[in-house]
């Protein structure tokens, strides 16, 4: 399997990263090499293998339904690009 | 700089309760000896001066009272993937500048609450991805180790800055997470003792997130105890991180210098490289010998499926960061660029923010989980994980643990590796394997090769049994006599 500049854009555009156009012929020559590397592992017989979770097995924990957490609004919002009155300010999503 | 800094953990810790020196004084020491060397090493990323001489003054308090933790008083450095609340924490990406956490991670925390002092944020291949501490925003760090060398080398990566300070003997003990070799190869580069523990171990919470089946959090150390102190305080269950493992935690430093006498170890044949320098291969059989002079019975055992290791961590790593890397939008937190629309306000912000390796690793990420790919690359990609695990497994039933050499080469020249990724990425050839088994690896320095720089032996052991590994840790350590330092010229 290979990939062209068209996949790369389209690969750019699913990761929300602005197309790279300077940079599109040296993302496929490195993307390939790292695809045509990774490749090998169609050598590994992997009939009837469950895919790895942990080397540990155990129960998935589960904690109780209650709140624990919350009532940190300006910690929430500490961080943001840019906030107001207690909400954060986002560019308009709907028409 | 004092002789002080030069003392190890575990014996700055007997004099700070000998009340022989305070941890205020150890503190100002380390910060200005840290701020002398930043511009050469430029290890560091953020201080906070008041938030140091105040930990260290509570630190005497407890001190003076009798009272106080496993490392009460002592100055440890934190890789920038920790968030430390009121502090810097960016992941050495121009995305998080200005990032200040309201929140502190749990290993940092159960540091802070065993007694140690933050001293600085330490600089680190951004997002944790890379081997030499090149990709990270504010440049690379110097490794202090030049030996006969002209010119920089790199202290390794992904956590660089915290091998380099130590190394420097900046700080008496330094934290790093270990993705596929993030704290054995910069160990190995730095002639430090680097450990991560079985996955799962030490928890997640609060470390920015790279490939979170892998990434497992773990301590740079002077000595194979120094190590085991750090990783007992910061090891333990935590009800935050849902991989973090329930079982106790063993007394890692009653391990060690305990006997290693009638132990099996394991020699793996994969890991002998056709191109493999000589000096590594050298190290290698010394290391046989010493444990085999201390009792140990060596046994040749085959882990078949170690070549597929990197392919398959080049698979799963960068799937699981194009994931953990989508909430960086400059939304919520970071930096935000504009843009005429959201989309392209999320796509200028996500070019702008990220560095190229982080960029070709998300895309890598997201072309193998894409549609009709899934099955492919990432579902057989986790199959060839189990076979690893099935390996170690079965090596295990004929050895307690296993040698192997830390890196293929010692530290290299800032810029010698950047062009080609794959040539970088087989930096992490003997290291990855423990990674994608979750099983715990230490890097203990061996040696110095012909140009009189650092070489590390790996010890890999079964999950949960950091013990074994800490007990062979300490007999190779005592075997090397390891104490050279590098010579200082910054």
């Known amino acids: ?95 | 700089m004092s002789d002080l800094l030069k003392l190890s953990l575990s014996e700055v810790t007997t004099k700070l309760k000998a009340r022989e020196v305070s941890s205020v004084e150890l503190a100002t020491e380390a910060l200005s000896a840290a701020k002398a060397a930043q511009p050469a090493l430029n290890a560091f990323t953020a201080f906070d001066v008041d938030k140091t001489l105040a930990m260290a003054a509570a630190s005497d308090a407890k001190l003076a009272a009798g009272e106080g933790g496993a490392l009460e008083g002592a100055p440890l450095a934190i890789k920038d993937l920790f968030a430390v609340e009121g502090v810097s924490t960016t992941a050495s990406s121009n995305i998080l500048k200005g990032f200040e956490p309201t929140y502190e991670s749990t290993v940092t925390k159960s540091l802070w609450n065993a007694g140690g002092v933050f001293l600085a944020k330490t600089s680190m291949d951004e997002f944790a991805m890379g081997s030499s501490n090149e990709t990270a925003n504010t440049g690379p760090v110097v490794n202090p180790w030049k030996g006969t060398t002209d010119g920089n080398l790199t202290p390794g990566g992904s956590s660089g800055g915290s091998a380099s300070a130590l190394a420097a003997d900046l700080c008496f003990g330094s934290t790093g997470t270990d993705t596929g070799g993030s704290i054995r190869q910069p160990a190995s580069f730095t002639g430090t003792v680097g450990v991560k523990g079985t996955y799962g171990r030490t928890s997640r919470w609060g470390v920015v997130a790279f490939a979170s089946s892998l990434d497992h959090p773990g301590p740079f150390g002077k000595t194979v105890k120094d190590s085991a102190m750090l990783l007992q305080a910061m090891s333990g269950h935590d009800p935050k991180d849902s991989t973090s493992l329930p079982n106790a935690v063993p007394d890692f430093v009653a391990a060690v210098g305990k006997s290693v006498k009638g132990l099996r170890i394991g020699v793996p044949k994969e890991y002998r490289l056709d191109e493999m320098p000589e000096e590594i291969a050298k190290v290698w059989d010394q290391g046989v010998q010493w444990l085999k002079a201390a009792g140990c019975e060596i046994v040749d055992i085959s882990l078949p499926h170690t070549k597929y290791a990197l392919p398959a961590y080049y698979i799963v790593a960068p799937a699981e960061a194009s994931s953990n890397l989508a909430r960086y939008d400059g939304m919520r937190f970071g930096v935000r660029q504009d843009g005429e629309d959201l989309t392209s306000v999320y796509e200028n912000t996500r070019a702008a923010g990220f560095g190229e390796e982080v960029q070709r690793r998300i895309m890598i990420g997201t072309y193998v989980l894409s549609a009709g790919y899934y099955d492919a690359y990432y579902l057989r990609a986790q199959k060839v994980r189990t076979r690893i695990l099935q390996d170690f497994d079965n090596a295990y039933q004929k050895c307690d643990a296993i040698l192997t050499p830390s890196a293929p080469s010692s530290a290299f020249g800032i810029g010698t590796k950047s062009d080609d990724p794959i040539e970088m990425y087989l930096n992490d050839v003997f290291t990855v394997t423990a990674n994608l088994a979750g099983v715990p690896a230490m890097s203990v320095p061996a040696g110095l090769d012909s140009s009189g720089l650092p070489l590390g032996l790996q010890i890999i052991t079964k999950a949960l049994d950091e013990e074994t590994m800490f007990s062979v840790g300490a007999a190779i350590e005592d075997a090397a006599g390891f104490n050279a330092k590098p010579e200082k010229w910054w």
């Not at chain 1, 750019?12 to 599109?24: F, G, K, M, V």
């Not at chain 1, 209650?66 to 107001?84: E, F, H, I, T």
């Open chain 1, 1 to 95: 399997m290979s990939v062209t500049a068209d996949d790369v854009r389209r690969i750019a555009r699913l990761a929300r990263i602005a197309e790279p156009t300077d940079r599109i012929d040296t993302l496929v020559g490195e993307l390939n090499g790292i695809l045509d590397w990774i490749e090998m592992l169609n050598e590994v017989d992997v009939e009837g293998v469950e895919p790895m979770t942990t080397p540990v097995k155990f129960e998935l924990p589960q904690r109780k339904d209650v709140v624990n957490d919350g009532d940190v609004r300006d910690k929430v919002l500490a961080n943001a690009p840019k906030s107001d009155e207690g909400f954060f300010v986002v560019p308009k999503s709907v028409e």
